[in-house]
Protein backbone atom coordinates (compact mmCIF):
# COMPACT_ATOMS: atom_id res chain seq x y z
CA UNK A 1 0.00 0.00 0.00
CA UNK A 2 1.56 2.87 -1.15
CA UNK A 3 1.92 5.63 1.79
CA UNK A 4 2.24 9.78 1.07
CA UNK A 5 4.04 11.68 3.94
CA UNK A 6 3.82 15.52 4.02
CA UNK A 7 6.54 18.20 5.71
CA UNK A 8 7.31 21.55 5.48
CA UNK A 9 4.44 24.00 6.44
CA UNK A 10 4.85 26.33 9.06
CA UNK A 11 3.98 29.39 9.81
CA UNK A 12 5.44 32.46 7.05
CA UNK A 13 4.84 36.16 6.66
CA UNK A 14 3.23 37.68 3.54
CA UNK A 15 5.76 37.87 0.66
CA UNK A 16 7.50 34.53 2.12
CA UNK A 17 8.74 31.13 0.87
CA UNK A 18 8.33 27.95 2.28
CA UNK A 19 8.79 24.73 0.72
CA UNK A 20 6.81 21.51 0.57
CA UNK A 21 7.98 17.88 0.64
CA UNK A 22 5.61 14.56 -0.27
CA UNK A 23 7.17 11.64 0.83
CA UNK A 24 6.29 8.58 -1.19
CA UNK A 25 6.53 4.57 0.25
CA UNK A 26 5.46 1.55 -0.10
CA UNK A 27 5.73 1.72 -3.98
CA UNK A 28 7.89 3.38 -6.42
CA UNK A 29 7.20 7.29 -7.07
CA UNK A 30 7.49 7.33 -10.56
CA UNK A 31 4.17 5.15 -10.98
CA UNK A 32 1.99 7.84 -9.55
CA UNK A 33 1.22 11.35 -10.70
CA UNK A 34 0.95 13.33 -8.29
CA UNK A 35 -1.50 16.69 -7.05
CA UNK A 36 -1.45 18.86 -4.09
CA UNK A 37 -4.87 20.02 -2.74
CA UNK A 38 -5.70 22.38 0.19
CA UNK A 39 -8.29 23.11 2.47
CA UNK A 40 -8.93 26.07 4.64
CA UNK A 41 -11.55 26.71 6.98
CA UNK A 42 -14.90 27.02 5.17
CA UNK A 43 -13.79 26.66 2.11
CA UNK A 44 -14.05 24.17 -0.66
CA UNK A 45 -11.04 21.68 -1.59
CA UNK A 46 -8.71 23.36 -3.88
CA UNK A 47 -6.64 22.38 -6.19
CA UNK A 48 -2.85 23.54 -6.13
CA UNK A 49 -0.92 21.88 -8.30
CA UNK A 50 -0.14 18.20 -9.89
CA UNK A 51 2.84 16.74 -11.48
CA UNK A 52 2.84 13.71 -13.87
CA UNK A 53 5.07 10.60 -13.14
CA UNK A 54 7.92 11.62 -15.19
CA UNK A 55 7.33 14.94 -14.64
CA UNK A 56 7.10 15.86 -17.39
CA UNK A 57 3.61 17.75 -16.99
CA UNK A 58 2.85 20.07 -14.44
CA UNK A 59 -0.83 21.41 -13.79
CA UNK A 60 -1.22 24.54 -11.42
CA UNK A 61 -4.64 26.06 -10.02
CA UNK A 62 -5.37 29.47 -11.43
CA UNK A 63 -4.19 31.39 -8.14
CA UNK A 64 -0.81 30.28 -7.62
CA UNK A 65 0.15 30.35 -11.65
CA UNK A 66 3.13 32.02 -11.37
CA UNK A 67 4.01 31.85 -7.56
CA UNK A 68 4.05 28.19 -6.73
CA UNK A 69 6.39 25.19 -8.75
CA UNK A 70 5.77 21.65 -8.32
CA UNK A 71 8.66 19.34 -9.06
CA UNK A 72 9.73 15.55 -8.15
CA UNK A 73 12.73 13.79 -7.47
CA UNK A 74 12.08 10.06 -8.31
CA UNK A 75 15.10 8.66 -7.29
CA UNK A 76 14.48 10.10 -3.65
CA UNK A 77 10.67 9.32 -4.32
CA UNK A 78 9.65 12.82 -3.27
CA UNK A 79 7.68 15.31 -4.64
CA UNK A 80 7.93 18.97 -4.08
CA UNK A 81 5.80 22.15 -3.82
CA UNK A 82 7.86 25.69 -3.84
CA UNK A 83 5.61 28.33 -2.74
CA UNK A 84 7.12 32.11 -3.06
CA UNK A 85 5.56 35.13 -2.49
CA UNK A 86 2.91 33.82 -0.24
CA UNK A 87 -0.34 35.48 0.72
CA UNK A 88 -3.01 35.58 3.89
CA UNK A 89 -5.25 33.77 1.55
CA UNK A 90 -2.33 30.65 0.68
CA UNK A 91 -3.65 29.36 4.69
CA UNK A 92 -4.23 25.99 4.35
CA UNK A 93 -3.89 22.83 5.27
CA UNK A 94 -1.48 21.10 2.36
CA UNK A 95 -2.25 17.47 1.39
CA UNK A 96 -0.12 15.72 -1.65
CA UNK A 97 -2.18 12.81 -3.03
CA UNK A 98 -1.53 10.11 -5.36
CA UNK A 99 -2.77 7.98 -8.42
CA UNK A 100 -1.30 5.47 -10.26
CA UNK A 101 -1.29 6.22 -14.00
CA UNK A 102 0.81 8.07 -16.94
CA UNK A 103 -2.19 10.79 -17.00
CA UNK A 104 -2.25 13.96 -14.80
CA UNK A 105 -5.63 15.10 -12.63
CA UNK A 106 -6.83 18.83 -11.71
CA UNK A 107 -9.74 17.59 -9.54
CA UNK A 108 -8.92 16.73 -5.89
CA UNK A 109 -11.57 13.40 -6.26
CA UNK A 110 -8.98 12.13 -8.93
CA UNK A 111 -6.70 10.78 -6.85
CA UNK A 112 -6.92 7.90 -4.98
CA UNK A 113 -3.91 7.89 -1.95
CA UNK A 114 -3.42 10.90 0.62
CA UNK A 115 -1.22 12.47 3.01
CA UNK A 116 -2.41 13.53 6.49
CA UNK A 117 -1.58 16.80 5.39
CA UNK A 118 0.67 19.73 6.49
CA UNK A 119 -0.62 23.36 7.84
CA UNK A 120 0.38 26.48 6.44
CA UNK A 121 0.02 29.93 7.88
CA UNK A 122 0.55 33.17 6.07
CA UNK A 123 0.49 35.87 8.49
CA UNK A 124 -0.18 39.64 7.71
Known amino acids: QVQLVESGGGLVQTGGSLKLSCAIS????????VGWIRQAPRREREFVAA????????LYGDSVKGRFTVSRDNGKNTVYLQMNSLKADDTADYYC?????????????????WGQGTHVTVSA
Open 97 to 113: AGKKTQRVGETADWYDY
Open 26 to 33: GDSSRNYA
Open 51 to 58: ISWSGGVT
